[in-house]
Protein backbone atom coordinates (compact mmCIF):
# COMPACT_ATOMS: atom_id res chain seq x y z
CA UNK A 1 0.00 0.00 0.00
CA UNK A 2 2.68 2.32 1.04
CA UNK A 3 4.74 1.55 -2.28
CA UNK A 4 1.89 2.79 -4.20
CA UNK A 5 0.96 5.65 -2.75
CA UNK A 6 4.85 6.62 -3.30
CA UNK A 7 4.55 5.60 -6.99
CA UNK A 8 1.42 8.31 -7.14
CA UNK A 9 3.88 11.22 -5.67
CA UNK A 10 6.21 12.91 -8.24
CA UNK A 11 9.72 13.79 -7.06
CA UNK A 12 10.63 17.55 -6.80
CA UNK A 13 11.56 18.87 -10.61
CA UNK A 14 15.92 18.74 -10.36
CA UNK A 15 16.90 23.01 -10.50
CA UNK A 16 17.70 24.21 -13.74
CA UNK A 17 21.79 24.85 -14.10
CA UNK A 18 22.46 28.14 -12.64
CA UNK A 19 23.68 30.05 -15.89
CA UNK A 20 26.38 32.76 -16.29
CA UNK A 21 25.09 36.35 -16.30
CA UNK A 22 27.16 37.53 -19.68
CA UNK A 23 29.70 40.71 -19.24
CA UNK A 24 28.39 44.04 -19.73
CA UNK A 25 30.02 47.51 -19.64
CA UNK A 26 29.80 49.00 -16.58
CA UNK A 27 29.05 45.99 -14.69
CA UNK A 28 30.77 46.78 -11.11
CA UNK A 29 31.84 42.90 -10.30
CA UNK A 30 34.54 41.32 -7.84
CA UNK A 31 37.83 39.24 -9.64
CA UNK A 32 36.10 36.20 -8.89
CA UNK A 33 32.84 36.88 -10.44
CA UNK A 34 34.58 39.17 -13.30
CA UNK A 35 36.78 36.05 -14.60
CA UNK A 36 33.79 33.81 -13.83
CA UNK A 37 31.51 35.89 -16.48
CA UNK A 38 35.01 36.55 -18.56
CA UNK A 39 35.59 32.26 -19.22
CA UNK A 40 32.37 31.87 -20.20
CA UNK A 41 32.14 34.95 -23.23
CA UNK A 42 33.09 34.07 -26.50
CA UNK A 43 36.55 33.80 -27.65
CA UNK A 44 36.13 36.81 -29.70
CA UNK A 45 35.00 39.14 -27.19
CA UNK A 46 37.94 41.45 -24.76
CA UNK A 47 36.86 42.66 -21.47
CA UNK A 48 39.04 44.44 -18.70
CA UNK A 49 38.04 45.69 -15.01
CA UNK A 50 39.52 49.08 -14.02
CA UNK A 51 39.03 50.14 -10.63
CA UNK A 52 35.84 47.57 -10.26
CA UNK A 53 34.40 48.42 -13.68
CA UNK A 54 33.91 46.29 -16.87
CA UNK A 55 35.35 47.93 -19.86
CA UNK A 56 34.33 46.63 -23.09
CA UNK A 57 35.77 47.88 -26.80
CA UNK A 58 33.57 47.16 -29.94
CA UNK A 59 34.43 43.72 -31.25
CA UNK A 60 34.62 45.03 -34.66
CA UNK A 61 38.65 46.13 -34.95
CA UNK A 62 39.66 48.00 -37.73
CA UNK A 63 43.04 46.64 -39.51
CA UNK A 64 44.40 50.57 -40.19
CA UNK A 65 43.41 51.88 -36.86
CA UNK A 66 44.70 48.71 -34.81
CA UNK A 67 45.25 45.55 -36.51
CA UNK A 68 48.67 46.95 -38.40
CA UNK A 69 50.36 49.11 -35.56
CA UNK A 70 49.15 46.21 -32.62
CA UNK A 71 50.97 43.51 -34.89
CA UNK A 72 54.16 46.16 -35.79
CA UNK A 73 54.11 46.73 -31.88
CA UNK A 74 54.06 43.32 -31.41
CA UNK A 75 56.94 42.67 -33.95
CA UNK A 76 58.95 45.14 -32.33
CA UNK A 77 58.87 43.62 -28.91
CA UNK A 78 58.93 39.83 -30.14
CA UNK A 79 62.57 40.61 -31.74
CA UNK A 80 63.82 42.50 -28.43
CA UNK A 81 62.55 39.31 -26.86
CA UNK A 82 64.25 37.37 -28.57
CA UNK A 83 67.19 38.96 -28.75
CA UNK A 84 67.26 39.09 -24.60
CA UNK A 85 67.04 36.11 -22.90
CA UNK A 86 65.22 36.39 -19.67
CA UNK A 87 62.63 38.35 -21.06
CA UNK A 88 59.03 37.61 -21.91
CA UNK A 89 55.68 39.20 -24.10
CA UNK A 90 52.56 38.78 -23.60
CA UNK A 91 49.94 39.74 -25.75
CA UNK A 92 46.46 41.12 -24.80
CA UNK A 93 46.77 38.51 -21.41
CA UNK A 94 44.98 39.63 -18.37
CA UNK A 95 47.28 40.97 -15.47
CA UNK A 96 45.77 40.72 -12.38
CA UNK A 97 46.94 44.37 -11.05
CA UNK A 98 45.98 44.59 -7.67
CA UNK A 99 41.73 44.25 -5.98
CA UNK A 100 40.19 46.10 -8.52
CA UNK A 101 42.27 46.57 -11.74
CA UNK A 102 42.57 43.28 -14.10
CA UNK A 103 43.79 44.73 -17.36
CA UNK A 104 44.30 43.60 -20.87
CA UNK A 105 46.82 45.51 -22.26
CA UNK A 106 47.40 45.09 -26.06
CA UNK A 107 50.72 44.01 -25.14
CA UNK A 108 53.29 43.74 -21.91
CA UNK A 109 56.95 43.05 -21.43
CA UNK A 110 58.45 41.54 -18.16
CA UNK A 111 61.34 39.98 -16.89
CA UNK A 112 60.69 36.37 -15.67
CA UNK A 113 60.76 35.01 -12.41
CA UNK A 114 63.32 33.12 -13.05
CA UNK A 115 65.95 35.79 -13.84
CA UNK A 116 64.55 38.08 -10.87
CA UNK A 117 61.54 39.69 -12.55
CA UNK A 118 57.99 40.64 -10.11
CA UNK A 119 55.17 39.02 -11.40
CA UNK A 120 54.34 35.41 -11.16
CA UNK A 121 51.43 33.29 -12.85
CA UNK A 122 48.01 31.93 -10.95
CA UNK A 123 47.45 27.69 -11.61
CA UNK A 124 45.40 29.00 -14.82
CA UNK A 125 48.52 31.11 -16.42
CA UNK A 126 47.03 34.74 -15.64
CA UNK A 127 49.88 36.93 -14.79
CA UNK A 128 49.69 38.63 -11.08
CA UNK A 129 51.70 41.86 -10.15
CA UNK A 130 52.56 44.57 -12.44
CA UNK A 131 54.81 43.94 -16.00
CA UNK A 132 57.72 46.14 -16.05
CA UNK A 133 56.41 47.52 -19.13
CA UNK A 134 53.17 47.53 -20.63
CA UNK A 135 51.70 49.22 -24.50
CA UNK A 136 48.30 50.07 -25.95
CA UNK A 137 47.72 50.81 -29.41
CA UNK A 138 44.85 53.33 -28.65
CA UNK A 139 42.32 54.59 -30.70
CA UNK A 140 39.16 55.66 -29.72
CA UNK A 141 39.96 54.49 -26.11
CA UNK A 142 42.92 56.81 -25.80
CA UNK A 143 41.25 59.38 -22.85
CA UNK A 144 40.42 55.76 -21.36
CA UNK A 145 44.07 54.33 -21.83
CA UNK A 146 45.49 58.09 -20.60
CA UNK A 147 43.10 57.95 -17.43
CA UNK A 148 41.96 55.32 -15.53
CA UNK A 149 44.03 53.02 -16.79
CA UNK A 150 47.31 54.80 -16.70
CA UNK A 151 46.32 55.73 -12.96
CA UNK A 152 45.86 52.03 -12.18
CA UNK A 153 49.37 51.24 -13.82
CA UNK A 154 51.08 54.08 -11.96
CA UNK A 155 49.11 53.58 -8.78
CA UNK A 156 50.93 49.63 -8.93
CA UNK A 157 53.91 50.45 -10.19
CA UNK A 158 54.13 49.57 -13.75
CA UNK A 159 57.43 51.40 -14.71
CA UNK A 160 56.93 51.80 -18.18
CA UNK A 161 53.61 52.33 -20.10
CA UNK A 162 53.89 53.06 -23.45
CA UNK A 163 50.46 54.70 -25.55
CA UNK A 164 50.37 54.81 -29.18
CA UNK A 165 47.98 57.14 -30.22
CA UNK A 166 47.14 56.15 -33.67
CA UNK A 167 44.36 58.73 -34.76
CA UNK A 168 47.01 61.36 -33.39
CA UNK A 169 50.29 59.81 -35.23
CA UNK A 170 51.84 60.55 -31.53
CA UNK A 171 53.40 57.85 -28.68
CA UNK A 172 53.39 58.76 -25.34
CA UNK A 173 56.03 56.59 -23.37
CA UNK A 174 55.94 57.25 -19.41
CA UNK A 175 58.01 56.21 -16.91
CA UNK A 176 57.83 55.84 -13.40
CA UNK A 177 59.95 58.10 -11.49
CA UNK A 178 59.12 58.59 -7.40
CA UNK A 179 55.51 57.70 -8.14
CA UNK A 180 55.31 59.91 -10.85
CA UNK A 181 54.75 58.77 -14.53
CA UNK A 182 56.98 61.40 -17.09
CA UNK A 183 57.27 61.57 -20.81
CA UNK A 184 60.80 59.75 -21.94
CA UNK A 185 62.10 62.36 -23.98
CA UNK A 186 63.68 61.41 -27.44
CA UNK A 187 67.44 61.69 -28.15
CA UNK A 188 68.67 63.95 -31.08
CA UNK A 189 68.00 61.59 -33.11
CA UNK A 190 64.22 60.94 -32.55
CA UNK A 191 65.17 57.96 -31.04
CA UNK A 192 63.49 56.68 -27.31
CA UNK A 193 65.38 54.31 -25.21
CA UNK A 194 63.66 52.48 -22.32
CA UNK A 195 65.18 52.71 -18.99
CA UNK A 196 63.73 49.43 -18.17
CA UNK A 197 65.13 47.41 -20.50
CA UNK A 198 68.06 48.74 -22.18
CA UNK A 199 68.60 48.04 -25.80
CA UNK A 200 64.85 48.66 -26.25
CA UNK A 201 64.92 51.63 -28.60
CA UNK A 202 62.01 52.88 -30.79
CA UNK A 203 61.93 56.06 -33.35
CA UNK A 204 58.64 56.80 -32.94
CA UNK A 205 58.45 58.80 -36.71
CA UNK A 206 59.13 55.43 -38.23
CA UNK A 207 56.73 53.64 -35.94
CA UNK A 208 53.54 55.94 -36.51
CA UNK A 209 54.50 56.00 -40.37
CA UNK A 210 54.37 52.37 -40.46
CA UNK A 211 58.15 51.72 -41.23
CA UNK A 212 58.85 48.87 -39.76
CA UNK A 213 62.08 47.79 -41.54
CA UNK A 214 63.79 51.29 -39.97
CA UNK A 215 62.02 50.50 -36.73
CA UNK A 216 63.91 47.39 -35.78
CA UNK A 217 67.41 48.56 -37.53
CA UNK A 218 67.12 50.75 -34.57
CA UNK A 219 66.18 48.12 -32.06
CA UNK A 220 69.03 46.37 -33.71
CA UNK A 221 71.52 49.01 -33.01
CA UNK A 222 69.65 49.13 -29.71
CA UNK A 223 70.89 45.12 -29.07
CA UNK A 224 74.39 45.64 -30.03
CA UNK A 225 74.64 48.13 -27.47
CA UNK A 226 77.20 47.80 -24.60
CA UNK A 227 74.36 48.55 -22.13
CA UNK A 228 71.78 46.22 -23.67
CA UNK A 229 75.14 43.02 -23.22
CA UNK A 230 75.04 44.51 -19.84
CA UNK A 231 71.61 44.06 -19.36
CA UNK A 232 71.51 40.37 -20.92
CA UNK A 233 74.45 39.51 -18.51
CA UNK A 234 72.64 40.99 -15.16
CA UNK A 235 69.70 39.01 -16.03
CA UNK A 236 71.80 35.68 -16.47
CA UNK A 237 73.53 36.43 -12.92
CA UNK A 238 69.94 36.78 -11.48
CA UNK A 239 69.08 33.66 -12.36
CA UNK A 240 67.30 31.41 -9.57
Known amino acids: MGAAISNLIKAPPKPSPKLTPPLEPGDRLSRQEFLLRYEAMPEHIKAERIEGIIHMPPAAVSADFHGVPHGHLMGWLAV ?19 LD ?12 P ?16 SPEFVA ?21 GVREYLVHRVYDGEIDWFILREGV ?29 GD ?22 HLADRIL
Open 80 to 98: YRAMTPGTEIADNSTIQLD
Open 114 to 129: SHGGRIKKDDKGYIIG
Open 181 to 209: YERLAPDDAGIIRSEAFSGLWLKASSFVN
Open 136 to 156: ETSGSSVSYDLGAKLEAYRRN
Open 212 to 233: LADVLDILRQGAESEDHRAFVQ
Open 101 to 112: NDPQPDASLFIL
